[in-house]
């Protein structure tokens, strides 16, 4: 199911595109068989990367920042987009340094006019292909901005976060793609939404702190609006923490809860919510029909992203990054159905699912378990984002910690093939497909291409 006014290709927006399925849908899986394994083929040292988009064949898209002193977030940042060979990783075109404000990870998108859109902090600019600006727009409100969806229409909605306090509530502003002036008065949410947007092309999906607003554009009007007949309610409850980004399926809108952690450079034992993380589910047509489940049953459980959906068998896939424990259910009807459960698997990131193979593409973090104690890691606090500002100081900290990337049977949970990528930090941001049986890893410090080994290489 396409949605939004996207470039017609695979992947070009993140999480697939804004129903934020975690699909590759139109994309062969890796169809990895008996005796294939996976290797790593390049890797990139890219401090400082929040995610990777695609557009035409070979067109690989990565958003890169500053990250001010100390990672305060009150501090100004710049971004800018590079394209990457798809092979070698190396930069074949950049953007300058461009305006941003206030640090929080942002997104980009490839639109159906052929403009590249890219939102970090305040700001939002337009783009060439080859990657020259074409315009810019300063957001009414001054905090960061996490990225964008497009509607069917071709316009760009995008919100604020107070993230990751989630204390003031957020404003939606929707822009025109080619002027990037507002084509609506700015929408203040009833409360603060930490989520990104999701969209079926049409509606907007806002995850509040508490409830689940759907949002539509009346262009007649030109003012966008709140559904009052729908809003789904998971909140408050004292143990809880706030909702991350949504999911959308023909029936049900999906997402987790207990997004409030104290991530460093993984999210394993930083959740503050001390009630087990759960995945929630309502019906689209009935905002009473609100259902949830314990992903682990764990004590601080935490994520940051959004569940995958696979429409070919109904199977969800969610996870609990803080005790490291991945899971996949069936829905029937509007229930789940536990199909798997992996223990000691500790994935971060945005999925990638393949329908046609039956794959799904993880991450699996191995680090020293005494550095992730709460002594150390308060006495690492404030060494470790300045020591992560060098490549120097990254490769030393490989025998520490770092990533795999793992490709599972969807149905089933078990590894069909692994490998270990060389990153200093957990991914628990966009990875993407590539352009034929390889992806491409990645996570805060490192962008890396893995590809399927042939039988007896």
């Known amino acids: 199911m396409a949605a939004g006014a996207y470039w017609p290709r695979p992947w070009t927006g993140e999480d697939g595109g804004p129903l934020r399925r975690c699909g590759a849908e139109g994309q062969p899986g890796l169809g990895i068989r008996p005796g294939e394994g996976l290797e790593v083929t390049a890797v990139k040292d890219a401090f400082a990367t929040d995610l990777l988009i695609r557009r035409e064949p070979g067109e690989l898209y990565a958003l890169r ?101 989630g204390l003031i509530p957020s404003t939606v502003s929707v822009l025109d793609p080619d002027t990037l002036l507002p084509v609506a008065p700015p929408l203040r949410l009833p409360e603060p939404s930490i989520a990104r947007l999701s969209s079926d092309g049409e509606t907007v999906i806002a995850v509040g702190t508490t409830v689940v607003y759907r949002l539509r554009l009346d262009r007649d009007a030109g003012r966008l609006r709140i559904d009052e007949q729908w809003q789904p309610s998971y909140g408050p409850a004292p143990g809880r923490s706030f909702g991350w980004d949504p999911t959308i399926t023909d029936e049900h809108v999906l997402w987790m809860d207990n997004g409030r952690n104290h991530t460093d450079r993984t999210m394993r034992d930083t959740g503050v919510s001390p009630d087990p993380l759960r995945l929630w589910w309502a019906r689209r047509d009935d905002d009473q029909a609100v259902r949830s489940v314990e992903i682990s049953g764990l004590p601080y459980g935490t994520e940051s992203n959004p569940p995958a959906w696979d429409p070919v068998r109904g199977v969800v896939v969610a996870y609990d990054a803080g005790n490291a424990v991945l899971r996949g259910w069936r829905m029937v009807g509007d229930e789940l159905k536990p199909l798997w459960r992996r223990d000691g698997f500790a994935h971060a990131g945005h999925l990638i699912l393949y329908n046609d193979t039956r794959e799904l593409v993880v991450q699996d973090w191995r680090d020293i378990a005494a550095m992730r104690r709460p002594l150390a890691r308060r006495a690492l606090k404030h060494v470790l984002p300045e020591l992560g500002r060098f490549a120097a100081a990254r490769r030393a900290s490989l025998p520490t910690g770092s990533d795999q990337l793992a490709v599972l049977d969807l149905d089933t949970g078990e590894d069909k093939a692994r490998v270990g990528v060389p990153s200093p930090s957990q991914g628990f941001l966009f990875p993407a497909p590539g352009f034929g049986r390889d992806v491409y890893y990645q996570s805060l410090t490192t962008i890396a291409r893995v590809a399927v080994t042939a039988a007896g290489a």
């Open 65 to 165: 920042h500053t990250i001010p002193r100390g990672g305060a977030q009150n501090r100004p940042a710049e971004g800018w987009v590079e394209r990457l060979d798809p092979l070698t990783l190396e930069v074949t075109a950049t953007t300058p340094r461009l305006p941003g404000g206030p640090y929080w990870p942002g997104g980009i998108a490839a639109h159906a006019n052929g403009s590249l859109y890219m939102v970090f902090g305040a700001w939002t600019h337009r783009l060439t292909a080859d990657l020259d600006v074409l315009a810019s727009h300063r957001m009414p409100v001054g905090g960061p901005h996490n990225s964008c969806v497009i509607l069917d229409g071709g316009e760009l909605v995008m919100k604020d976060c107070d993230a990751p306090a």
